[in-house]
Each structure stands twice: as structure tokens, then as C-alpha cells.
Nanobody, 124 residues
Framework: QVQLEEAGGGSVQAGGSLRLSCAAS????????MVWFRQAPGKEREGVAH????????LYDSSVKGRFTISRDTNKNTLYLLMNNLKPEDTSMYYC?????????????????WGQGTQVTVSS
């Protein structure tokens, strides 16, 4: 059974960068699409970056497009999220998840496994 563990969160000033990682263990995640979600207190969870199983396709929420880059390393069984030009509104808990199906229009869905999250705090 797949387990996911996020890392790389922290506190940065606006304009700074962070790279999140999501390490999978227990089984390979190569058959699955994957997604980075975020959820701030009192707000709904939102999927900010999606990637297909092969890594050939990605999809970003408009709020992060051009600033965030999702990638995956099959050999390391790890998902990444490079976040540049961070803004205070990016402050949130970030989670990774695996999914069973990917659409180029809507991204990854039918989620099967979730990580525990890593906190990102951006100060102005």
C-alpha cells in the first residue's frame, strides 16, 4: 500500500521560493496521476497542480500558473512542486495525493492516497 510523505514547507518572504517534495513508499506511484492540493483554515481545499502518470501532461490552477512547476521522478518515486514568486495568499497546508484517472481538461481525479501535509507560510 502506498504511503505519501510531504516535506519542504517552511516560512518565506513574499517573492521567495520553496520546493516541496512528496516521497512515496510501500509501492511505486508510477501508474498513478498525482496532484498537489492546498487548504488554508476556513477555506476549501483546492487542487493547484496536477501531473499525469507519465509526466507528459500537467495542469495548473490559474492562481499559480506561471509560478509553480509540478514534476515527478519515477526512479525516486517522488513528486515535486517548485514554487517561485510566492505570495502571502499562497500560505496554506500543502498535500499530495495519487489518483486513478487523468484528464487534460480537469487533471487528476479518483484519489486513492493522501499525505499528511506540509505547511507553507508566506509573509509580506
Amino acid at each position: 500500500q502506498v504511503q505519501l510523505e510531504e516535506a519542504g514547507g517552511g516560512s518565506v518572504q513574499a517573492g521567495g521560493s520553496l520546493r516541496l517534495s512528496c516521497a512515496a513508499s510501500g509501492a511505486t506511484v508510477s501508474p498513478y496521476c498525482m496532484v498537489w492540493f492546498r487548504q488554508a483554515p476556513g477555506k476549501e481545499r483546492e487542487g493547484v497542480a496536477h501531473i499525469s502518470a507519465t509526466g507528459a501532461f500537467t495542469l495548473y490552477d490559474s492562481s499559480v500558473k506561471g509560478r509553480f512547476t509540478i514534476s515527478r521522478d519515477t526512479n525516486k518515486n517522488t513528486l515535486y512542486l517548485l514554487m517561485n514568486n510566492l505570495k502571502p495568499e499562497d500560505t496554506s497546508m500543502y498535500y499530495c495525493a495519487t489518483g486513478r484517472a487523468y484528464s487534460t481538461d480537469t487533471g487528476c481525479r479518483s484519489f486513492t492516497t493522501w499525505g499528511q501535509g506540509t505547511q507553507v507560510t508566506v509573509s509580506s
